[in-house]
């Protein structure tokens, strides 16, 4: 509980033990009108303690160690026992103070009506209605608190289990990026060993990216764009003049943060389905900012040798899809397919 919740918590507890004392104390004299015995204030003063001795026991001991634990009947028959008790040590108090005989005395000095003490009753029903609202209260209290702390623990429970789930699919699109990229710089090593040189630098830049910001939940806009850029400027060295790359990207943007990785695995997944050996193709990549709103456009052609492959989408874009359903929920909109053209195309919106 912070401070300010603790200081509410306070006031509250001492504006409505000010309220009970009122109506306790000086409630009688401003009915009757009529000057009460310093007995009856010291009666109510001992019993108002009492309350708030019972309110706090129950909140913090009785109701934790019975009801919390399922014991109904030994709850309510000790409640019934603290409240018998209240209305014997309140009777105890009227014969010490001799409280009957001061007030009917009191009364008839103002009214000049005579009352009878052998029709007051024995049980005094103020007592016993405002012993039952603090037992009443009290335990309200403490089940909201129990019910409160137990939401708490299980939203805990929920977020390291969303975390845990988080790092390891992080975890698996890591690797499946790395080692595809390290295999098609492998490739290039055989035909190009300057552009393969240029693939490592990009490649160690990436690595470091991959190291220092995927960690964490969140990383900049301008951050995450540069490593898509590397990864498409890596991508474009070995392909073929029959390839046509097109990627356009605002030249500047309104500074966010963005889950790091989030958009890779869809243009990956483009370069990996949407290059052939043996057809002329295109891939267009196009990342739009609205405001707070980021949109990705990819679309590649689809080759024969891939068409299987491209339904179920591979380790990456599956879980790239299962980390936007968890960290942007009800935050973004995804659409992907194929087109009647032929043509493989995804489209996504953030909410960043």
Not at 121 to 143: P, Q, W
Not at 175 to 194: C, G, K, Q, R, V
Not at 329 to 344: A, C, I, M, V, W
Request: hydrophobic share 45%; proline share 2%.
């Amino acid at each position: 509980m912070t401070f300010t919740g603790r200081y509410i918590r306070l006031m509250v507890h001492l504006f409505g033990w000010m309220l009970v004392g009122f109506i306790m104390i000086l409630q009688l004299r401003m009915v009757l009108g009529v000057s009460l015995p310093a007995g009856f204030y010291a009666k109510q003063a001992i019993m108002l303690s009492l309350l708030i001795i019972y309110f706090y026991i129950n909140e913090c001991i009785i109701v934790r160690r019975l009801l919390y634990k399922q014991k109904l009947a030994g709850f309510f028959t000790l409640h019934l026992g603290i409240i018998a008790s209240l209305q014997v040590t309140g009777r105890i108090l009227d014969i010490i103070f001799n409280l009957r005989h001061e007030i009917i005395k009191a009364i008839f000095k103002v009214t000049h009506v005579e009352l009878n003490p052998k029709y007051w009753g024995n049980l005094d029903a103020t007592l016993l209605l405002t012993s039952i609202v603090v037992a009443g209260i009290s335990t309200c209290i403490a089940l909201i608190q129990h019910w409160q702390f137990n939401l708490r623990a299980s939203e805990e429970i929920r977020k390291k289990q969303l975390d845990a789930e988080l790092a390891l699919l992080k975890a698996q699109i890591h690797p499946h990026f790395f080692f595809n990229t390290l295999n098609n710089i492998y490739a290039l090593s055989y035909d190009n060993a300057e552009s393969s040189r240029t693939s490592l630098y990009k490649l160690s830049r990436m690595m470091r990216y991959l190291l220092y910001e995927t960690p964490n939940n969140l990383t900049r806009l301008s951050k995450e764009i540069g490593f898509v850029k590397d990864y498409i400027e890596l991508m474009s060295l070995r392909m073929s003049d029959s390839m046509n790359i097109r990627f356009e990207v605002p030249e500047t943007v309104s500074e966010r943060s963005i889950a790091p990785m989030i958009l890779l695995p869809f243009i990956e997944n483009a370069f990996k389905h949407g290059v052939s050996s043996l057809r002329n193709g295109s891939i267009i990549i196009r990342i739009s900012q609205d405001e707070n709103i980021l949109k990705l456009y990819v679309e590649n052609q689809i080759f024969k040798e891939h068409s299987v492959k491209i339904e179920d989408g591979g380790i990456g874009l599956n879980n790239t899809e299962r980390r936007l359903q968890m960290t942007y929920p009800d935050q973004h909109r995804l659409q992907y397919g194929k087109t009647e053209n032929g043509s493989y195309i995804v489209q996504l919106e953030l909410m960043l």
